[in-house]
């Protein structure tokens, strides 16, 4: 099992920034995809951005260029720096990890809010 701990989240004006901080339990974060969701009011769940144990990232297209996903093996953690935050951005923001073998693995943090004012 693998436990997740997100932290970061919080109220900020447009323009703003935030950084997002997720801790993993466990030993197999090196070489698990990590990545950052979100969640508006009546919408699904998107991808926001994620990354490979080899350090390749995707990111969603409302986000490019502002947002940038990095992790630290050494720490277990993985961050989700928010830069020219939108109105649009709010949300629940979820942490993810998915372990691909040793046995796999797809585990979510419980969510962090982010609230992005006019």
């Known amino acids: 099992q693998v436990q997740l701990v997100e932290s970061g989240g919080g109220l900020v004006q447009a323009g703003g920034s935030l950084r997002l901080s997720c801790v993993a339990s466990g030993s197999r974060f090196s070489i698990s995809v990590v990545g950052w969701y979100r969640q508006a009011p009546g919408k699904q769940r998107e991808l926001v951005a994620s990354m490979t144990s080899g350090g390749t990232t995707n990111y969603g297209d409302s986000v490019k260029g502002r947002f940038t996903i990095s992790r630290d093996n050494a720490k277990n953690t993985v961050y989700l720096q928010m830069n020219s935050l939108k109105p649009e951005d709010t949300g629940v923001y979820y942490c993810?990890?998915?372990?691909?073998?040793?046995?796999?693995?797809?585990?979510w943090g419980q969510g962090t809010q982010v609230t992005v004012s006019a």
């Open positions: 993810n990890v998915k372990v691909p073998w040793g046995p796999t693995g797809d585990y």
